[in-house]
């Protein structure tokens, strides 16, 4: 069989040999048994021919692979871009670090704790606005939102064993300017395991210090493959509202392990909440950019979270003074 097969190989091979030569024989037979004015004609058809063919071998050759100029400017552009980046984010840290810094300040100063809890509100509204413009400025062709999650300590024997951590309970603290209104419910309770964007963060089972994805299109197989269990999210509609997502926890690396005043404690973690940023849009630019913004968005938490302690010594500190008045 296989050398039936090697001789009708043969075969075809050296028809199609034979058939070519015939052809070449006969292109330049009738060549040579033509006019002058045939044979002129003739040459410069190929001549033109053979010069397209070979311009167009040229063009697919020079685009078909980048060449070190376009890679240098793409160099160029993202250099370009890191640096307006750094700068942008070292004035925004500055200006909400001392925004932070004149909230505390002013709320020692408030002495109706009413007015303080309005003041506190607007002030929680105004970072989030901060933090949204800094980001709208980094991703100018995207609508942003930005939003605080906090725990809700209501019920602390939940918080009081890391097993149970699937029960622990957030608020939205605060939102941004550019959020929908239909997401703007500040008093609705979602639980760590509804959510998977929070859960691979808390949970001992995965090492994720953050959660991050430029579009949740097609979210629940990703997931499924990275972390091998179910996307979940407590909004079921959640792409009508956003398509592309940071979230990044409020934490603390403590060197003892402790209960603070308004966290849930996990591991060495003293552990406020969540910093999150969406886009309504997919996000499409460079991987790059999205990944200097997850940064960004880390150090901006830090920040949060020393605020955010300073707010609830200021509130233990208001609570011993009105129960010693009481007493």
């Not at 929908?180 to 949970?203: H, P, Q, Y």
Request: hydrophobic share 40%.
């Amino acid at each position: 069989m296989k050398t039936k097969g090697f001789a009708e190989w043969i075969k075809n091979e050296f028809g199609y040999w034979v058939g070519l030569f015939s052809g070449v024989l006969g292109i330049i037979e009738v060549f040579f048994n033509t006019p002058l004015w045939f044979k002129i004609s003739f040459c410069t058809a190929a001549l033109i021919f053979i010069g397209l063919f070979l311009y167009k071998l040229y063009f697919f050759i020079e685009h078909s692979k980048p060449t070190e100029e376009v890679e240098q400017k793409y160099q160029k552009q993202l250099e370009q871009a890191v640096e307006r980046f750094s700068m942008l984010f070292v004035n925004a840290s500055e200006n909400i670090q001392k925004y932070c810094q004149s909230i505390v300040e002013n709320m020692c100063e408030i002495e109706n704790p009413k007015t303080g809890e309005e003041y506190l509100q607007l002030s929680y509204n105004n970072i989030c606005n901060n933090i949204e413009r800094v980001f709208h400025s980094l991703w100018p062709k995207y609508t942003v939102s930005v939003c605080i999650k906090k725990f809700d300590l209501s019920h602390k024997e939940i918080y009081e064993k890391v097993e149970r951590y699937k029960e622990w309970e957030l608020i939205t603290l605060a939102r941004s300017g550019g959020t929908n209104i239909d997401r703007a419910n500040l008093n609705k309770k979602v639980t760590i395991g509804e959510n998977s964007d929070f859960e691979v963060i808390i949970s001992p089972n995965f090492d994720a210090s953050y959660f991050a994805c430029q579009d949740l299109s097609d979210i629940k197989s990703e997931f499924l493959k990275k972390f091998e269990m179910p996307y979940k999210n407590s909004t079921k509609d959640f792409l009508n509202s956003y398509k592309s997502t940071i979230v990044v926890p409020i934490r603390l690396l403590e060197k003892k392990k402790r209960q603070k005043n308004g966290t849930a404690c996990l591991n060495s973690f003293s552990l406020f909440g969540f910093l999150c940023v969406d886009t309504k849009e997919v996000y499409n630019d460079s991987e790059e950019a999205f990944n200097i913004a997850i940064n960004y968005l880390r150090a901006f938490s830090d920040i949060l979270y020393k605020f955010f302690d300073n707010v609830y010594k200021i509130k233990v500190l208001e609570l011993e003074v009105e129960g010693n008045d009481n007493e």
